[in-house]
């Protein structure tokens, strides 16, 4: 393949196991009508997306939306099928059915792709003689995007020095970042990212996050995919929850959680039989254990209110929301493609 004609990193994966392995080559660059139309302000649409391998359902009607100007966090446990529906996106993987559009154009479309979507889906397949900024400048030059904007990059992911340096010496969390540098080259309205935390040590995660929520302030769409909530907690303003193929939840953050958790108040008390009594009389479910009270179906402050008018001593009120974790595990729970701990396969 000439240089001119890779796509740096959306085109490093075959899976041997397939036996349908897109043909990237005429996936990516078949002569059909092309847009360079700019798509800032573009939004991914996947549009009831299916995919089989073999007699594994991956994709089983996919659809959401990723709007610009947010953080999407696309996350679901493994085998969930992100990756399929991120290779899609990216015209790598061919879907049975249904469409996936970036700025209303199929990927395959795009004249000069990363100029408008940044992705990164693996590991860079580096050349580890070369160094990181000759890695991009070949990238830049089979883009046709000017050579300045290499060093703007390696200053925004953290390798202005180490850019110099040959990439076979570079950390999992180096070729992270240099991966996203290539992502970014083409300044692109879209922005998709596959695991970016992977390999990445505290302050990496750090300067992830701020990354990311810099994107999102540039009014870029980006999709972030993580099997972990956690790491996109405080950076992602909307989630798209998936497991065996389909979409679980699809929301802002804050709905999501107060959706699907229960909101509980724990009280302390030294009378529980009576603040039970009491809060149970008022409609709430409370039961006791200890001197400690746990309270749902009414908040904290009706449950002070309670207790003071009926004079029953209490010496703490703690009202604990769900956190994104709890929402996840309780919308995941059974969707996993394998159980841990038991070795029984999964509903699949
Ligand atoms: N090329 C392939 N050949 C065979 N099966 C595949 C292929 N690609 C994906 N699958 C299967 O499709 C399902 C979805 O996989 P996918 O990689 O999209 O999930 P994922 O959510 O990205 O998981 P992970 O977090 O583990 O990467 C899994 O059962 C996976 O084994």
Redesign the pocket.
């Known amino acids: 393949m000439p240089a001119d004609r890779c796509q740096p990193g959306v085109n490093r994966r075959h899976?041997a196991?397939?036996g349908r392995?897109v043909d990237l080559h005429s996936t990516l660059f078949a002569p059909r009508p092309r847009t360079d139309e700019h798509v800032s302000g573009a939004s991914i649409e996947v549009i009831e997306l299916r995919k089989r391998?073999?007699s594994?359902v991956?994709?089983d009607g996919m659809s959401f939306t990723v709007a610009p100007g947010k953080v999407t966090g696309f996350v679901?446990?493994?085998?969930?099928?992100?990756?399929?529906?991120i290779?899609a996106i990216l015209g790598l993987?061919a879907p049975d059915a249904g469409r996936a559009l970036i700025g209303g154009a199929a990927y395959r479309r795009l004249r000069h792709p990363l100029r408008h979507v940044g992705a990164l889906v693996d590991d860079a397949a580096l050349q580890p003689g070369r160094t990181g900024r000759n890695h991009l400048l070949w990238i830049a030059r089979s883009q046709k995007i000017e050579a300045g904007r290499v060093d703007a990059v390696l200053e925004q992911v953290g390798l202005t020095s180490a850019g110099r340096r040959k990439a076979g010496g570079y950390s999992l969390g180096m070729r992270q970042r240099l991966g996203i540098g290539a992502a970014l080259l083409g300044d692109p309205a879209v922005v998709i990212l596959?695991?970016p935390f992977n390999g990445m040590d505290p302050e990496g995660i750090i300067w992830m996050r701020g990354l990311l929520r810099t994107l999102a302030q540039e009014k870029r769409s980006v999709l972030v995919?993580s099997?972990l909530m956690g790491e996109l907690q405080g950076t992602a303003d909307h989630v798209v929850v998936?497991g065996r193929?389909r979409v679980l939840a699809d929301a802002s953050i804050d709905d999501l959680v107060a959706r699907v958790s229960r909101d509980q108040v724990l009280l302390r008390t030294s009378a529980p039989d009576q603040a039970v009594r009491l809060l149970g009389q008022a409609g709430a479910a409370a039961a006791g254990s200890g001197d400690i009270v746990t309270v749902t179906g009414i908040g904290a402050q009706r449950v002070v209110e309670l207790l003071a008018a009926a004079g029953v001593a209490f010496s703490e009120v703690t009202a604990q929301r769900g956190t994104l974790e709890d929402v996840y595990l309780q919308l995941t729970s059974g969707e996993v493609?394998f159980r841990s701990g038991d070795g029984r396969e999964g509903r699949?």
């Open positions: 899976r196991d397939t392995a391998f073999g594994t991956a994709l679901g446990p493994n085998g969930a099928g992100k990756s399929t529906t290779r993987d596959d695991e995919s099997h998936v193929g493609e699949r």
